[in-house]
Antibody
Framework: QVQLVQSGADLKKPGASVKVSCKAS????????LHWVRQAPGQGLEWMGM????????VYAQKFRGRVTMTRETSTSTFQIELNSLRTEDTAVYYC??????????????WGQGTLVTVSS | EIVLTQSPATLSLSPGERATLSCRAS???????LAWYQQKPGQAPRLVIF???SRAAGIPDRFSGSGSGTDFTLTISSLEPEDFAVYFC?????????FGQGTKVEIK
């Protein structure tokens, strides 16, 4: 079965960078786009962008352009998101998620367990 | 960007009652690429409905979705104890993918 397993919680200071990883298993790694969604404490869900594991093309939400980088490593079936110039308002649970089909017209069926990133001085 | 507005923010109901959740889009949602997710505290969201009215795998038939264009509804016909959670609507299919702010269904 499809599994997305994320790296553990992290604490960063304002201005620093953070990397969160997401290891995929249970399906052909290059089959489905991988999305990143975050959720600030007590708040709603916010889409950050997506990556095509075939070739590595990315689409980022405008809010994060210039500050976010999404990558994939085919040899280890792992995705990664890096967010730079962290601010306290970046404190959130970061989720990786994927659809169950190779088309962009599919919702997010599978989710990682989430990674809490805390930004505090 | 298509903005999704959910109402009400909180729905206080008793087990066995019917829940009706609304999601309104600022522009028409192409091909009804509208999904609903359930989220419980400390858990990742779980897909409930996709394509406005199709139930995801393993979702009981007390959950139903309807609507098209800019107005969508999630209905839970008879609330079970495990249904009390936060529900988010979600527009997918083209960038930027967006979410509503959520409706909390709480026990009255």
């Amino acid at each position: 079965q499809v599994q997305l397993v994320q790296s553990g919680a992290d604490l960063k200071k304002p201005g620093a960078s953070v990397k969160v990883s997401c290891k995929a298993s249970g399906y052909t790694f290059t089959s489905f786009f991988l999305h990143w969604v975050r959720q600030a404490p007590g708040q709603g869900l916010e889409w950050m962008g997506m990556i095509n594991p075939n070739g590595g093309d990315t689409v980022y939400a405008q809010k994060f352009r210039g500050r976010v980088t999404m990558t994939r490593e085919t040899s280890t079936s792992t995705f990664q998101i890096e967010l730079n110039s962290l601010r306290t308002e970046d404190t959130a649970v970061y989720y990786c998620a994927s659809p169950d089909c190779s088309s962009l017209t599919c919702p997010l069926d599978y989710w990682g367990q989430g990674t809490l990133v805390t930004v505090s001085s | 960007e298509i903005v999704l507005t959910q109402s009400p923010a909180t729905l206080s109901l008793s087990p066995g009652e019917r829940a009706t959740l609304s999601c309104r889009a600022s522009q028409s949602v192409r091909s009804n690429y509208l999904a609903w997710y359930q989220q419980k505290p400390g858990q990742a969201p779980r897909l409930v409905i996709f394509a406005a009215s199709s139930r995801a795998a393993g979702i009981p038939d007390r959950f139903s979705g309807s609507g098209s264009g800019t107005d969508f509804t999630l209905t839970i016909s008879s609330l079970e104890p495990e249904d009390f959670a936060v529900y988010f609507c979600h527009r997918y299919g083209s960038s930027p993918w967006t979410f509503g702010q959520g409706t909390k269904v709480e026990i009255k």
